[in-house]
């Protein structure tokens, strides 16, 4: 990622380049400001896992994505600002059960000591956590702990319950390309299944699912049913999102 590009996407999410520049300050700031959604797989837009793609997707569009395409973006950054990332698969839980490797795409980054860091789960932590620390780690999003697991993985829990199971292994993100794909096709793929745009705000979150528009403030929990005209705006107005037309969960 050159100069101009690194300058361009700092300005998309709302950082000074003279600024703030830890990943700490990136990531909540990524998090406020580039929305978690899958509506590309609704629109029938094809998901592209290279730089180029991505750029224009999240950055020239001013769009979202899912873990592949946020993860992907935002490991270009951290590397273009000089520092060593890592791209890192997990399995992500359903209740007790995990899904396959290549479920989910997380980072780490290597400062003073290895870092997970992640903006592409949607309701997740603000700030990057400490992967070598097995106590509990809490921020504003609430109560996370990194705990061994089988085989030398890693189970990553939020407010006690399993999100994901991490692979310390390094992969690149063209690894990551037959899981994505299998993700924004497949019926059995719950991206497949309804059209998600969420977006972390400074009193909680606010997310359109469907026609459903559901905003947490401070712990209190309110929602809404859409009437179609009422969607556009909607997506424009909650996450800056510009769409010609809806998309369509088929």
């Given at each position: 990622m050159?100069?101009?590009?690194?300058?361009?996407?700092?300005?998309r999410?709302?950082?000074?380049?003279?600024?703030?520049l830890s990943?700490?300050?990136l990531?909540?700031a990524?998090l406020?400001t580039?929305p978690?959604?899958?509506?590309?797989?609704?629109?029938?837009?094809?998901?592209?896992l290279?730089?180029?793609?991505?750029?224009?997707?999240v950055?020239?569009?001013?769009r979202?994505?899912?873990?592949?395409?946020?993860?992907?973006?935002?490991?270009?950054?951290?590397?273009?600002?000089?520092?060593?990332?890592?791209?890192?698969?997990?399995?992500?839980?359903?209740?007790?059960?995990?899904?396959?490797?290549?479920?989910?795409?997380?980072l780490?980054?290597?400062?003073?000591?290895?870092?997970?860091?992640?903006?592409g789960?949607?309701d997740?932590?603000?700030?990057?956590?400490?992967?070598?620390?097995?106590?509990?780690?809490?921020?504003?999003?609430?109560?996370?702990?990194?705990?061994?697991?089988?085989?030398?993985?890693?189970?990553?829990?939020?407010?006690?319950?399993?999100?994901?199971?991490?692979?310390?292994?390094?992969?690149?993100?063209?690894?990551?390309?037959?899981?994505?794909?299998?993700?924004s096709?497949?019926?059995?793929?719950?991206?497949?299944?309804?059209?998600?745009?969420?977006?972390?705000?400074?009193?909680?979150?606010?997310?359109?699912?469907?026609?459903?528009l559901?905003?947490?403030?401070?712990?209190?929990?309110?929602?809404?049913?859409?009437a179609?005209?009422?969607?556009l705006?909607?997506?424009?107005?909650?996450?800056?999102?510009e769409?010609s037309?809806?998309?369509?969960?088929?």
């Amino acid at each position: 990622m050159n100069e101009s590009e690194i300058s361009a996407y700092l300005a998309r999410i709302g950082v000074d380049r003279s600024g703030d520049l830890s990943p700490r300050a990136l990531q909540y700031a990524h998090l406020t400001t580039v929305p978690f959604e899958n509506l590309s797989i609704h629109l029938g837009e094809p998901i592209v896992l290279t730089s180029e793609a991505l750029f224009g997707k999240v950055v020239g569009q001013r769009r979202g994505g899912f873990c592949y395409e946020l993860n992907g973006l935002f490991a270009e950054l951290l590397t273009g600002l000089g520092h060593r990332v890592t791209l890192l698969a997990a399995r992500v839980y359903g209740g007790d059960r995990l899904g396959p490797l290549f479920d989910h795409l997380a980072l780490r980054v290597d400062l003073d000591e290895p870092w997970l860091v992640d903006v592409g789960f949607g309701d997740f932590a603000d700030a990057p956590l400490r992967l070598d620390e097995r106590g509990e780690q809490s921020d504003g999003a609430g109560v996370f702990q990194i705990r061994a697991a089988d085989h030398g993985d890693l189970d990553v829990l939020h407010n006690g319950r399993p999100a994901y199971r991490l692979t310390e292994r390094a992969y690149e993100l063209a690894d990551f390309v037959p899981t994505a794909w299998w993700q924004s096709t497949s019926p059995d793929s719950h991206f497949t299944r309804s059209a998600v745009c969420s977006l972390r705000t400074l009193e909680g979150r606010v997310t359109l699912s469907g026609d459903k528009l559901i905003t947490t403030s401070y712990g209190e929990r309110a929602e809404k049913v859409l009437a179609e005209a009422e969607l556009l705006p909607a997506y424009r107005e909650h996450f800056g999102v510009e769409l010609s037309r809806l998309p369509v969960v088929r």
